[in-house]
């Protein structure tokens, strides 16, 4: 029998503990270190929930923008990808059984969520995803889609969870937190969180099966909208092949094939 194989895409702003971008979430804020200690022990609580469940060959990718995930403190068991630039696909390859998506939060503009954004929360306004306005849950899994791979398990605050089930049914969920505004939410223990993440990461995987992997039809078209302090930056990307400028904030990307799509954005 070949090895299990597991991906796990992290980022630090959906994990319990962690409040505001500022003190939490960048590398010049107080409480830094503390969110990465806590990021790390919620994704080492989900690989030994793998590990149980006969999971040995694990890859955790640090997604978020400072950096999240405590290399030192990480699970033994498992690899880390991180630095930047994260080229993609992020190390997805066919051949991995399923993926894990820990510390997730919403799509920008979501109602009651907590740290929301998508993939910047200074720069980028809105994206669109083949008519379907999408935040980082959708694009991590339609990427895992790519190769086959099924997105069994989501970490992150009550919206980012709620996401996810609007897109792949099934896939199993822990609300670490809800945000009662943008910048303010009621958090789970950690120690809470950790339990309930190793239990569903067991069920998940045990239940990978009966859950598909999220697969995005092509032609994909993706519409990027830039906030108007970085408008400058859909003029920079409306100067690359098969970019087009929509409006004075947007581009659009049309490509047959997904990855090349999130190529020329990325």
Same mark, same amino acid.
């Not at 149980?52 to 640090?62: H, P, S």
């Not at 290399?71 to 051949?95: I, Q």
């Not at 809105?126 to 190769?147: L, P």
């Not at 995987?205 to 970085?230: F, G």
């Given at each position: 029998?070949?090895?299990?194989?597991?991906?796990?895409m992290?980022?630090?702003?959906?994990?319990?503990?962690?409040?505001s971008?500022?003190?939490?979430?960048?590398?010049?804020?107080?409480?830094?270190?503390?969110?990465?200690?806590?990021?790390?022990?919620?994704?080492?609580?989900?690989?030994e929930?793998?590990?149980?469940?006969?999971?040995?060959?694990?890859?955790?990718v640090?997604?978020?923008?400072?950096?999240?995930?405590?290399?030192?403190?990480?699970?033994?068991d498992?690899?880390?990808?991180?630095?930047?630039?994260?080229?993609?696909?992020?190390?997805?390859?066919?051949?991995?059984?399923? #993926?894990?998506? $820990?510390? %997730?939060?919403?799509?920008?503009?979501?109602? /009651?969520?907590? =740290? @929301? &954004?998508t993939?910047?929360?200074?720069?980028?306004?809105?994206?669109?995803?083949?008519?379907?306005?999408?935040?980082?849950?959708?694009i991590?899994?339609?990427?895992a889609?790519?190769?086959?791979?099924?997105?069994?398990?989501?970490?992150?605050?009550?919206?980012?969870?709620?996401? #996810?089930?609007? $897109?792949? %049914?099934?896939?199993?969920?822990?609300?670490? /937190?809800?945000? =009662? @505004? &943008?910048?303010?939410?009621?958090?789970?223990?950690?120690?809470?969180?950790?339990?309930l993440?190793?239990?569903?990461?067991?069920?998940?995987?045990l239940?990978?099966?009966?859950?598909?992997p999220?697969?995005?039809?092509?032609?994909?078209?993706?519409?990027?909208?830039?906030?108007? #302090?970085?408008?400058?930056?859909?003029?920079?990307?409306?100067?690359?092949p098969?970019?087009?400028?929509v409006?004075?904030?947007?581009?659009?990307?049309?490509?047959?094939?997904?990855?090349?799509?999130?190529?020329?954005?990325?």
């Amino acid at each position: 029998m070949g090895k299990m194989k597991i991906w796990i895409m992290t980022d630090l702003e959906g994990v319990a503990g962690v409040f505001s971008f500022e003190e939490h979430a960048s590398s010049k804020g107080r409480f830094y270190d503390l969110s990465r200690r806590l990021l790390t022990q919620e994704v080492n609580a989900a690989i030994e929930g793998a590990i149980e469940v006969g999971f040995d060959d694990i890859l955790v990718v640090d997604g978020h923008g400072d950096g999240g995930i405590n290399a030192e403190e990480l699970n033994p068991d498992a690899k880390l990808l991180s630095g930047r630039p994260l080229l993609l696909p992020w190390g997805l390859e066919k051949g991995f059984d399923a #993926a894990f998506v $820990i510390g %997730q939060h919403a799509m920008a503009g979501t109602e /009651k969520a907590h =740290l @929301s &954004h998508t993939e910047s929360h200074v720069s980028i306004q809105n994206v669109w995803m083949n008519g379907r306005k999408v935040g980082e849950f959708s694009i991590i899994a339609s990427i895992a889609g790519y190769f086959d791979v099924p997105t069994v398990l989501v970490t992150g605050d009550k919206a980012a969870c709620r996401e #996810a089930l609007s $897109i792949i %049914q099934g896939i199993e969920t822990v609300a670490v /937190k809800e945000g =009662l @505004s &943008h910048g303010a939410a009621i958090s789970i223990s950690p120690s809470r969180s950790r339990s309930l993440i190793k239990e569903k990461a067991k069920s998940s995987l045990l239940n990978k099966d009966s859950i598909k992997p999220y697969k995005v039809k092509p032609p994909v078209e993706l519409l990027i909208e830039y906030t108007e #302090a970085y408008k400058a930056s859909a003029e920079h990307m409306a100067s690359k092949p098969s970019v087009e400028k929509v409006d004075s904030r947007t581009v659009r990307i049309r490509e047959e094939d997904l990855l090349t799509a999130f190529r020329k954005w990325f």
